[in-house]
């Protein structure tokens, strides 16, 4: 299993949104806001070449969405989804499977585009998109808390194509495929999927956004988007504790420089990031 960073961009968010009861005077020490209260953060995802699989962890944003919409999140970069898979040479074609941790926005929104007669399709025409009926389905009629998060032209159309598959929702970890763990989480958004790689004695866990960054690894520090704020703490604590028991890897995927890290507990007793971790040379 060869694993590989794909860079889609930036976009911002609101600070206190996303460093939730934590106060500014702490939070923006870590990453400073800009005039607006606005922070950067990255939408990092994963190329997972598994045999002859390759397998596409979250897609970013996109590029279909209008003014408007830019003028909220102010994506920015100069990598796309489709050029980071072009730098790894490879072109849409070549993607066999999208695992989609959530249907937010931020991470569904590449999933689906345009094509020339105005019509959304997959971006990954070869490609079988991976979800579960319980999370698709609280996407499809949102809450009044996250309706602006679940865009139905990011997902809708992959149904709609027949290329949607649903993973069944377990308590327990799932064993997708050899080396491919699920976990299924509560506290951002409901079913959210955390997919876990293991090889070689090394035990890769994908944040998502249960832990968006290295900035919120501190306890307290759960964002405000969540629903269950109390559910994050536990499925976070789950990660961190497994992180310096059994040496599991943190991967983040809105971390604005990090992306991946060990965790350490210190003299306190509480848990800090230990040193950054370079996967493409743990996963080859």
Same mark, same amino acid.
């Given at each position: @299993?060869?694993?590989?960073?794909?860079?889609?961009?930036?976009?911002?968010l609101?600070?206190?949104?996303?460093?939730?009861?934590?106060?500014?005077?702490?939070?923006?020490r870590?990453?400073p806001?800009?005039?607006?209260?606005?922070?950067?953060?990255?939408?990092?995802?994963?190329?997972?070449?598994?045999?002859?699989?390759?397998?596409l962890?979250?897609?970013?944003?996109?590029?279909?969405?209008?003014?408007?919409?830019r003028?909220?999140?102010?994506?920015?970069?100069?990598?796309?989804?489709?050029?980071?898979?072009?730098?790894?040479?490879?072109?849409?074609?070549?993607?066999?499977?999208?695992?989609?941790?959530?249907?937010?926005?931020?991470?569904?929104?590449?999933?689906?585009?345009?094509?020339?007669?105005?019509?959304?399709?997959?971006?990954?025409?070869?490609?079988?998109?991976?979800?579960?009926?319980?999370?698709?389905?609280?996407?499809y009629?949102?809450?009044?808390?996250?309706?602006?998060?679940f865009?139905?032209?990011?997902? $809708?159309?992959?149904?709609?194509?027949?290329?949607?598959k649903?993973?069944?929702?377990?308590?327990?970890?799932?064993?997708?495929?050899?080396?491919?763990?699920?976990r299924?989480?509560?506290?951002?958004?409901?079913?959210?999927m955390?997919?876990?790689?293991e090889?070689?004695?090394?035990?890769? $866990?994908?944040?998502?956004?249960?832990?968006?960054?290295?900035?919120?690894?501190? @306890?307290?520090?759960?964002?405000?988007?969540?629903?269950?704020?109390?559910?994050?703490?536990?499925?976070?604590?789950?990660?961190?504790?497994?992180?310096?028991?059994?040496?599991?890897?943190?991967?983040?995927?809105?971390?604005?420089?990090?992306?991946?890290?060990?965790?350490?507990?210190?003299?306190?007793?509480?848990?800090?990031?230990?040193?950054?971790?370079d996967?493409?040379?743990?996963?080859?």
């Open positions: @299993m060869r694993i590989k960073l794909i860079d889609t961009g930036y976009f911002k609101d600070g206190g949104a996303m460093f939730g009861v934590v106060p500014k005077s702490m939070w923006q870590l990453n806001p800009d005039e607006h209260n606005l922070c950067t953060w990255a939408m990092r995802c994963l190329l997972v070449e598994h045999g002859d699989r390759k397998i962890v979250d897609t970013g944003i996109g590029d279909k969405q209008g003014d408007k919409f003028s909220h999140f102010h994506p920015h970069g100069d990598m796309t989804l489709l050029s980071s898979l072009k730098a790894e040479g490879l072109a849409p074609e070549d993607i066999t499977d999208v695992f989609l941790t959530h249907l937010h926005f931020d991470h569904v929104g590449g999933a689906v585009r345009y094509n020339e007669k105005g019509e959304l399709i997959p971006t990954f025409p070869n490609a079988v998109y991976w979800s579960n009926e319980a999370h698709y389905n609280w996407a009629y949102p809450n009044a808390r996250e309706k602006a998060s865009l139905q032209e990011n997902f $809708v159309p992959l149904k709609e194509a027949g290329v949607l649903f993973l069944d929702v377990q308590k327990d970890d799932l064993e997708w495929m050899p080396g491919i763990k699920v299924f989480v509560y506290g951002h958004t409901e079913a959210m955390v997919p876990i790689f090889q070689g004695g090394h035990t890769l $866990v994908y944040c998502a956004d249960v832990i968006p960054s290295s900035f919120h690894i501190g @306890m307290p520090y759960v964002m405000s988007y969540d629903l269950r704020p109390l559910d994050t703490m536990r499925e976070k604590g789950r990660m961190l504790e497994d992180g310096v028991d059994k040496g599991h890897y943190l991967f983040f995927e809105h971390d604005p420089v990090t992306s991946c890290v060990s965790v350490s507990r210190n003299e306190r007793g509480r848990i800090d990031r230990g040193e950054e971790i996967i493409e040379q743990l996963f080859v």
